[in-house]
């Protein structure tokens, strides 16, 4: 089994997880629900950020079960946070190294790959405070991508930033869905996004998560809702009816 | 004169260095997550500010007699006593600075939350590797400050220094006990000098705390 197998179960404050899951072994998976239904608590109890009973498998490997805990720095997982959270103390190229150096994996996903694919050369030896949202979340995914992960977890890497540094950063996140070759969890709860850049979709609702289902993809569903208007306005300007 | 400002150097600069690496890990378990008995260590830590420097001095020195129960501990290995030695000041400026070391340095783990030490986790770094590369340089206007308050608070401490240190010249007599001492004997001239230095480097020690305090534009996130 080279995907994901996970069961997590616990009360945290007055929330209460009940989650069982499975991944792939390759392509995204959105996780998907309203906020309050344990999506980032789901997250962080895969990464070993937070500890609750349960069990999770990972290509073959146990993170966690009755008698073992792994903590978060002994998991290749590779974790892209709301807010990129980068070190503030450290260079962009030595936030993309801080995991690369810290890792004994074999290098699959290399350094100059890396940047080539998201765009990152051009801000090597700049300092992280003056980056744009979109900026500083490709910084934090090309971080997380060369501490060499056997899963990629993304906790809403878009919905901080603006429409414009959303458009400017949605290219490279295709590019990375297409040479992913490792399963990736990306919470979101944009339809347009979901319908994009995800393969499956998993919805939590009240600590629960239901069964995956396979996004459906059709011409328009991958459009922000703004560029469907627009199609819509320039078919109306060409003489095209709406339905009715 | 240039033997009581080099014992008073001496004294603070060894007491900030051993405080920064006590009060260190002092620091990171208090900004820790919130617990009610939590604080009452914090208090305890804190203490120092607001007793008066004859108290802190008498239970000192009570501490470090040769019939304590502490100095007991250490007859095996020699050590009767540290009152009047200069190993009982340091040990005494310690704990009279301790609030001035805790205090900055938690407060800057606190204002960078436990975010970046998550972040570190996740690339694979261990804990402690995580606190030397990522806490500690981000930490580290927290531990200037902190650096600056101890040095100078030495310098400025008075009563627990008389107390446990007796003012013996070469050995315990700093330049506040020589002002007193200058001041008692009517040598005006010699005190003038000796406060008038005190005076310039207070300046500029404040002075140092405030720049640092104004380098807002370096985001601690």
């Known amino acids: 089994m080279n995907g994901v197998v996970g069961r997590f179960s616990g009360a945290l404050g007055g929330f209460r997880l009940d989650a069982e899951f499975a991944l792939e072994p390759t392509g995204v998976t959105a996780l998907s629900g309203p906020s309050g239904s344990g999506k980032t608590t789901l997250l962080r109890c895969i990464a070993g950020l937070t500890r609750l009973k349960g069990g999770l498998r990972v290509a073959g490997a146990v993170w966690q079960d009755e008698q073992t805990f792994l903590p978060p720095h002994r998991r290749a997982v590779g974790v892209v946070f709301q807010d990129a959270s980068l070190l503030a103390h450290l260079s962009v190229r030595a936030n993309l190294n801080y995991g690369a150096k810290r890792t004994s994996a074999k290098a699959d996903i290399g350094f100059d790959d890396t ?8 801000l090597l030896t700049r300092s992280t405070l003056n980056l744009s949202g979109g900026e500083r979340q490709r910084v934090a995914l090309g971080r997380a991508l060369l501490s060499q992960p056997r899963l990629l977890l993304m906790d809403e890497p878009l919905s901080s930033l603006d429409a414009a540094s959303k458009a400017e950063i949605l290219p490279y996140l295709d590019r990375l869905h297409r040479a992913l070759a490792i399963p990736a969890l990306y919470i979101s709860h944009d339809d ?17 998560v239901h069964p995956a289902k396979a996004v459906k993809r059709d011409a328009l569903s991958a459009l922000s809702s703004r560029e469907r208007d627009g199609l819509a306005l320039a078919a109306l300007q060409a003489g095209l009816r709406p339905l009715s | 004169m240039s033997e009581v400002v080099w014992t008073t150097l001496r004294l603070a600069g060894l007491t900030t260095v051993l405080l920064l690496i006590l009060a260190t890990p002092i620091a990171w378990w208090l900004a820790g997550r919130r617990a009610w008995w939590r604080e009452v260590v914090a208090a305890v830590t804190t203490l120092p500010i607001i007793l008066p420097p004859s108290v802190l001095g008498f239970y000192l020195l009570i501490a470090i007699a040769p019939q304590s129960p502490l100095m007991g ?13 200069f190993q009982g000041l340091v040990i005494g400026s310690m704990v009279y600075s301790l609030p001035f070391a805790v205090q900055p340095i938690r407060g800057a783990f606190e204002a960078m939350g436990p975010r970046p ?3 570190a986790a996740t690339l694979r770094a261990t804990p402690i590797d995580a606190f030397f590369t990522i806490a500690l340089p981000l930490s580290r206007r927290g531990f200037a400050t902190a650096a600056i308050l101890v040095f100078a608070h030495t310098i400025g401490e008075f009563g627990v220094v008389l107390m446990i ?16 001492q200058l001041v008692e004997s009517l040598q005006y001239g010699q005190a003038h000098r000796l406060a008038a230095g005190v005076v310039a480097f207070s300046f500029a020690a404040l002075l140092a705390l405030l720049l640092i305090g104004r380098q807002t534009d370096e985001a601690v996130l």
């Open chain 2, 73 to 85: 501990l250490l007859h095996p290995f020699g050590l009767r006593t540290l009152a009047f030695t």
């Open chain 2, 117 to 119: 030490m998550e972040v």
């Open chain 1, 192 to 208: 347009a996004e979901i319908a994009r850049l995800a393969d499956r979709v998993l919805v939590m609702e009240a600590g629960r």
């Open chain 1, 115 to 122: 940047v080539e694919l998201l765009g990152l050369g051009p």
């Open chain 2, 165 to 180: 240190g007796g003012g013996i010249p070469g050995k315990t007599e700093v330049i506040s006990v020589r002002i007193y």
